[in-house]
């Protein structure tokens, strides 16, 4: 389990997540990589504000064009947008200069969007070297339960496999651009709200 600490370039790896500041009893974090979607975007958005949720994204860069409306909506709906990147790629082996010039790219879209750059960054597949953590100079935040969502592709699994592991603190990975991973998702906050767990952004869980 790798936990993020607040200064922007620097983590490590931890047994259990700091407790969320100025929160009681257990908390967990939802994040959705690879979006905005133009379909299931939307509709996760629709149930995590009727269950007054909210979580993190990570946006790819070169889906945001014509989704501009959605991100609004994310910041607007209290969530945190952070940055995975402008396509998929594997920013080690594309070379720092690519790899970060990639990572601007989306920071300014977001920042047109919402106003401020993005202060978090998820890299695709989790990889990631120190080079580019001096480079880019945001806090990387990686996860501790994988919902295995993108391979599964079936809610009842994807919601069986997050609830069997999840514990408090945890960060959960899964990806805003199958309708499986939203139905999943919300399901998992109904079952995780009645377990008496609060839903947080990643800033929050981070340490003082
Ligand atoms: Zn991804």
């Known amino acids: 389990m790798w ?5 922007p370039g620097v983590w490590e790896g931890g047994d259990t997540l700091d407790r969320a500041r100025g929160l009681e ?3 967990v974090a939802l994040t959705f990589d690879d979006g905005p979607h133009d379909e299931c975007t939307p509709m996760l958005l629709d149930g995590l504000k009727k269950r007054g949720v909210r979580v993190t994204f990570f946006l790819m ?26 396509s998929h ?14 990572v601007d790219k989306t920071s300014r879209l977001i920042e047109n969007i919402t ?11 989790g990889d990631w070297n120190e080079e580019l953590e001096c480079r880019v100079g945001m ?9 295995l969502d993108w391979k599964l592709k079936n809610k009842n699994r994807i919601v069986k496999r ?12 899964m990806h805003d651009i199958f309708p499986t991973s939203v139905e999943a998702a ?6 995780l709200t009645k377990e008496g767990y609060t839903f947080v952004t990643v800033d929050e869980l981070l340490i003082d």
């Open 3 to 7: 936990r993020p600490i607040r200064e």
């Open 25 to 27: 009893g257990k908390c």
């Open 61 to 86: 860069g070169q889906s945001i064009e014509g989704n501009e409306e959605i991100v609004k909506r994310m910041k607007e709906e209290g969530h945190l947008v952070g940055n995975h990147s402008y």
């Open 89 to 102: 790629i594997q920013l080690t082996k594309a070379g720092a200069g690519a790899a970060c010039e990639g």
């Open 115 to 125: 106003g401020e750059p993005p202060q978090y960054m998820r890299p695709p597949f």
């Open 139 to 147: 806090t990387t935040v990686l996860w501790s339960v994988d919902s």
């Open 162 to 173: 997050v609830l069997k592991d999840v514990e408090d603190g945890d960060i959960i990975l």
């Open 186 to 191: 919300l399901e998992i906050v109904d079952a």
